[in-house]
């Protein structure tokens, strides 16, 4: 299974940006889906995710400004950034939980894929 980011880029505060993770390869169930960020000198971190059901979990620095979503039929997730600030930036790694035909369960991640906020 591969995953392939992609949306990132600069933008100016108060912008938005999409980023989309497409999966690849043999699928069989997708688990949670989500975005994570890691900014220069700090930890990675969880941006928002959402599960097989739908319900969704996000960092209290971005609710109300970001939305992640997931199309099971196409195997994707996607983050729209709204509102965006110079604090949001950091490289965004997609990441998604994948289980096997045997059940056997497996993180995966994208390579990352830099947004820049100018203030």
């Known amino acids: 299974v591969q995953l392939q980011a992609s949306g990132g880029g600069s933008v100016q505060a108060g912008g938005s940006l999409r980023l989309s993770c497409a999966a690849s390869g043999i699928i069989f169930t997708i688990n949670d889906m989500g975005w994570y960020r890691q900014a220069p000198g700090k930890q990675r971190e969880l941006v928002g995710s959402v599960t097989r059901i739908g319900y969704t979990d996000y960092a209290d620095s971005v609710k109300g400004r970001f939305a992640v979503a997931r199309d099971d039929a196409k195997n994707t997730v996607t983050l729209q950034m709204d509102n965006l600030k110079p604090e949001d930036t950091a490289v965004y790694y997609c990441?998604?939980?994948?289980?096997?035909?045997?059940?056997?369960?497996?993180?995966?991640w994208g390579r990352g894929t830099l947004v820049t906020v100018s203030s």
């Open positions: 990441n998604m939980g994948h289980s096997d035909l045997l059940g056997i369960s497996k993180q995966y």
